[in-house]
């Protein structure tokens, strides 16, 4: 079981980002999906998830209406669109898998079990 996130980089403020994860070793399409991000000296926060088939969507309040997250159950993959990044939401980002999508909550770290390595998102002023 592995979860590979790539896509972070350095961007202005304003700019956008798609954050991809790469599933391996498992049925894809059972699980919800998640993203999380820790920035230097905080916590680690959600930041969006998908269910199984992608039925449906959760965010944080701080993303709505900015991030988009999506999965492609045929390759095994899920993105977050990210346009209008602001410097705060720079941060390490997660994703990670939750295997059992009727129960816990989709917006808890500590109901995952998988995570990947984490991708660096750097939003300049």
């Known amino acids: 079981v592995q979860l590979q996130a790539s896509g972070g980089g350095l961007v202005q403020a304003g700019g956008s980002l798609r954050l991809s994860c790469a599933a391996s070793?498992?049925?894809?399409?059972?699980?919800?999906m998640g993203w999380f991000r820790q920035a230097p000296g905080k916590e680690r926060e959600f930041v969006a998830a998908?269910?199984?088939?992608?039925?449906?969507?959760y965010y944080a309040d701080s993303v709505k209406g900015r991030f988009t997250v999506s999965r492609d159950n045929a390759l095994n993959t899920v993105y977050l669109q990210m346009n209008s990044l602001k410097p705060e939401d720079t941060a390490v980002y997660y994703c990670a898998a939750k295997t059992d999508p009727y129960s816990g909550s989709n917006y808890e770290g500590g109901e995952y079990d998988y995570w990947g390595q984490g991708t660096q998102v750097t939003v300049s002023s």
């Open positions: 070793g498992w049925i894809f399409s059972n699980y919800v």
């Open positions: 998908i269910t199984w088939r992608g039925g449906r969507t």
